[in-house]
């Protein structure tokens, strides 16, 4: 089992920067991959970020490419999720996720954190 708790969401105003955390515990947390999704109020959740075990590997959802970064720090059992100018459509609860696999895909992340609310004001 792996327990994760997101933090670092909250009010910005477009052009701004947040950075979001994820910590990790229980199981090993350098085993998984971590993905970021998001999912704003009607719509389904969207891929954001996915960075492999090692930090080797890193993907990005066209949408964010360029202005969003994601990073782990294995030695603290955290992943972050730097966003920077940020936009209106970029409001939403972002989550994190851990998996067997680096991929864009929901369905191959077998634990979730609760959430965090980043909202985007034009």
């Known amino acids: 089992q792996v327990q994760l708790v997101e933090s670092g969401g909250g009010l910005v105003q477009a052009g701004g920067s947040l950075r979001l955390s994820c910590k990790a515990s229980g199981r090993t947390f350098s085993i998984y991959g971590m993905g970021w999704f998001r999912q704003a109020p009607g719509k389904e959740r969207e891929f954001v970020a996915a960075?492999?075990?090692?930090?080797?590997?890193?993907y990005y959802a066209d949408s964010v490419k360029g202005r969003f970064t994601i990073s782990r720090d294995n030695a603290k059992n955290t992943v972050y999720l730097q966003m920077n100018s940020l936009k209106p459509e970029d409001t939403a609860v972002y989550y994190c996720a851990a998996g067997r696999l680096t991929s864009s895909d929901s369905n191959e992340y077998n634990y979730w954190g609760q959430g965090t609310q980043v909202t985007v004001s034009s």
């Open positions: 960075i492999s075990r090692s930090g080797g590997s890193i």
